[in-house]
């Protein structure tokens, strides 16, 4: 059985090598809708997939963080990358290009070690992220699965390459949540 929740932010980028000048060459904004959907082949002891409520603790911080902040990809021109540290205080540094796709991939990558370091105490059995869906405009998105996140040709999304910017984890019920990520991430 699967499940959806949504989830939605405002972000600016560039995307850098993109056909379209405008986006290639000048920061823009989208506000995105994002697309959880999880699966499980049993039910809970609530008859349920998994509880919505537990989403709003780290998966909702974590994809919260983008909103109202400039996604940066990592490899960018470093002066661009220093300008938007300084005249930004909500930035997110990226191992890839924000694109939708990539943006896909990143959530999906998130959450994922969000749902691995979960303690499932309701009798949850083999849930998991099936896909994540990022809307980018009413007319556009972008699906992701699991092997695309683990295809190298899409580029690696190690979570030690991914920064939040200290306005961003101020924020966090617990400060240390991607720390905390990251030391258990394989």
């Not at 940066?72 to 909500?90: K, Q």
């Not at 694109?99 to 370091?117: C, G, K």
């Not at 699965?145 to 190690?158: A, K, S, T």
Request: a negative charge; glycine letters at 6%.
């Amino acid at each position: 059985m699967l499940i959806r929740k949504l989830f939605k932010f405002e972000n600016a980028h560039i995307v850098r090598g993109c056909s379209t000048r405008r986006c290639s060459h000048s920061i823009h904004g989208h506000s995105y809708k994002v697309e959880l959907i999880l699966h499980a082949d049993a039910l809970d002891n609530g008859q349920m997939v998994y509880d919505f409520g537990l989403l709003k603790g780290d998966a909702r911080e974590l994809i919260d963080a983008f909103d109202h902040s400039v996604a940066m990809w990592r490899e960018d021109d470093p002066g661009y990358l220093a300008s938007i540290r300084r005249h930004s205080e909500r930035w997110v540094s990226i191992p890839v290009s924000p694109s939708a796709e990539q943006f896909s991939r990143l959530i999906f990558r998130l959450v994922d070690a969000v749902l691995d370091n979960t303690r499932m105490n309701n009798g949850e059995s083999g849930v998991s992220l099936y896909s994540v869906i990022v809307h980018e405009t009413e007319t556009g998105y972008a699906q992701c699965f699991r092997e695309d996140v683990q295809n190298p040709r899409m580029g690696l999304i190690d979570l030690h390459h991914i920064e939040f910017s200290p306005a961003i984890t101020a924020q966090w019920s617990d400060a240390n949540l991607f720390e905390r990520l990251k030391s258990r991430a394989a």
